[in-house]
């Protein structure tokens, strides 16, 4: 069978102790379960009636629920995509779906990256970001450091953000000389080259 809400086929599930049918991808309590046992005459004449279940469709769901399981529905593919709860709870009072879907922020790569995102911590400008930015930001001070120069194109595919928002964040990030030193001092020496001024 298919859930009518989130359309999954053979995701339904018969949970007789709580007397419900639950789908297993979206949660949605879908029916509930009666057992009759029918007319006593009637049962020593077919045993097997004591076990037919009979179902009785619940209420529809809520404008709310109706709303979630359509976002649910566009980002279902995409593993890095996630529903914001406060964000939605914004869209459905204000009627604005702005930032809804969010994007899982990627872990550093290595732990001078790690360090690079807990220094940002000193530097209200750059704390003050999202977890994706702050990522993007500790790979632009990392690889300022090491190469001197960036490919905004290169960068924005790596992380998955627009070339606009790459540049961006390079010209916060070398505004930012002091940060731009202290990052020199986490990289190994070896990797170093000249921040170009």
Do not use: Q
């Amino acid at each position: 069978m298919e859930c009518p809400y989130c359309g999954s086929v053979n995701s339904l599930v018969w949970d007789v102790s709580r007397g419900v049918v639950v789908c297993s991808e979206c949660g949605t309590v879908l029916d509930l379960i009666y057992v009759s046992y029918g007319n006593p005459e009637y049962e020593h004449e077919n045993p097997k009636s004591m076990n037919v279940h009979t179902f009785k469709k619940t209420k529809k769901l809520t404008e709310a629920s109706l709303k979630y399981l359509e976002i649910l529905k566009e980002i279902k593919y995409n593993p890095m995509l996630f529903i914001d709860s406060h964000s939605f709870s914004r869209y459905l009072v204000l009627g604005k779906r702005v930032k809804v879907v969010k994007r899982r922020a990627e872990l550093p790569k290595n732990e001078v990256l790690e360090a690079i995102v807990s220094l940002m911590s000193k530097y209200p400008k750059l704390c003050s970001r999202t977890d994706r930015a702050k990522y993007a930001i500790a790979t632009i001070a990392y690889t300022l450091v090491t190469e001197g120069g960036i490919d905004p194109s290169k960068l924005s595919k790596e992380l998955g953000i627009s070339k606009t928002h790459v540049r961006r964040l390079m010209r916060v990030v070398s505004e930012s000389r002091r940060f731009l030193s202290e990052v020199r001092r986490l990289v190994p020496t070896s990797l170093t080259t000249p921040i170009p001024r």
